[in-house]
């Protein structure tokens, strides 16, 4: 089992910065993949970015992209996603979610990737 735990959260206005964590605990593996995924009321999850655990590879939401940085630090088993220039729309609960094994980049983005999910932080922007 792994545990996941966001936290980071918060209110910011338009333009702001924002850094969310993401700790893992429990059974982690060295080869898998960490996502971070967002959600608004009234609509479906999506995804905004993932890494491989061991390094190198990254994917981003295209409407995130050259905002948001994805990075990990293993000694501490963590999960950032570094939030930059923030948008009205990027208001949404932010979860973070892990897969335990290697698994193609084409599905990164997908929901069903994922075997862990953490309970959400709220990031909210508004002027």
């Known amino acids: 089992q792994v545990q996941l735990v966001e936290s980071g959260g918060g209110w910011v206005q338009p333009g702001g910065s924002r850094r969310l964590s993401c700790e893992a605990s429990g059974r982690t593996a060295s080869d898998g993949v960490m996502g971070w995924f967002r959600q608004t009321p009234g609509k479906e999850r999506e995804f905004v970015a993932a890494l491989a655990w061991s390094g190198g590879s990254t994917i981003y939401a295209d409407s995130v992209k050259g905002r948001f940085t994805i990075s990990r630090d293993r000694a501490k088993n963590t999960v950032y996603l570094q939030m930059n220039n923030l948008k009205l729309e990027d208001t949404a609960v932010y979860y973070c979610?892990?897969?335990?094994?290697?698994?193609?980049?084409?599905?990164?983005?997908?929901?069903?990737?994922?075997?862990?999910w953490g309970q959400g932080t709220q990031v909210t922007v508004s002027s």
């Open positions: 979610a892990a897969r335990e094994r290697r698994i193609i980049v084409g599905v990164w983005s997908r929901q069903d990737t994922y075997n862990y």
